[in-house]
């Protein structure tokens, strides 16, 4: 079945500190993927997607990674800031048509100031 | 722009008991998601409406949860009755795409409901 999985449960780093979290995901039919940003008691906020014939996109302080090859996601946070602090989840469509969207199981960003 | 809105913010009730979400996406925007959200894990899609039908309800528990949205705007999701494993926020997204693998979902904060 679908699965998006993340490597690392909590990664905390120092202000100003560039960040990486990782995703991976298993279903290879995905075709667009997106990163979410989810802050304490609030709903999940979007951050950037990308699409699978693309391999970088940028935003602003930020960047997502795609390798189809082995099926990796990564969301670069540069200098990171108090107010990067939250939890991030991938998301892919797995093809499915309409958009629906699976989940991984998130990352807790904490930014030491 | 208004976002999404959801009440309540809170509930608590006891097992058995019913209970019963509101969710008024953003104007205009035709496609509309419940997601469960168990604390420490991703949201999980329960239904998915486009316009007032539904195109997904793969995963909704349907001899305890409903879901409907009539008149294509807002919508009501209800469990009845309820677990205690279905203590969660329900999370309520929109997004202005109808027939489209891409495009921004809009998330509320969410209803969190806890069942003892």
């Known amino acids: 079945g679908e699965s998006v999985g993340l490597h690392l449960p909590t990664l905390s780093v120092q202000e100003g500190d560039n960040s990486i979290i990782n995703c991976a995901y298993s279903?290879?039919?995905?075709?667009?993927f997106i990163w979410y940003k989810q802050e304490s008691g609030k709903g999940p906020q979007f951050i950037i997607d990308i699409r699978s014939n693309m391999d970088k996109r940028q935003g602003q302080r930020v960047t997502v990674l795609l390798n189809k090859t082995v099926k990796h996601l990564s969301l670069q946070i540069a200098a990171t800031q108090p107010g990067d602090s939250a939890v991030y989840f991938c998301?892919?469509?797995?093809?499915?048509?309409?958009?629906?969207?699976?989940f991984g199981t998130g990352t807790r960003l904490l930014v030491s100031p | 722009e208004a976002g999404v809105a959801q009440s309540p913010r809170y509930k608590i009730i006891e097992k058995r008991q019913s209970v019963a979400f509101w969710c008024n996406p953003i104007?205009?925007?035709?496609?509309l998601y419940w997601y469960q959200q168990i604390l420490g894990q991703g949201p999980k899609l329960l239904i998915q409406f486009q316009n007032n039908g539904v195109v997904d309800d793969s995963q909704l528990p349907k001899d305890r949860f409903s879901a409907e949205r009539l008149k294509g705007v807002d919508s009501t999701l209800k469990i009845q009755p309820a677990k205690l494993e279905d203590s969660a926020v329900y999370l309520c997204a929109s997004s202005k795409e109808t027939a489209t693998v891409t495009g921004e979902l809009f998330f509320g904060e969410g209803s969190r409901l806890t069942v003892l």
């Open positions: 279903n290879s039919a995905s075709d667009y």
């Open positions: 104007s205009g925007h035709a496609t």
């Open positions: 998301a892919e469509n797995g093809n499915t048509g309409f958009q629906k969207l699976v």
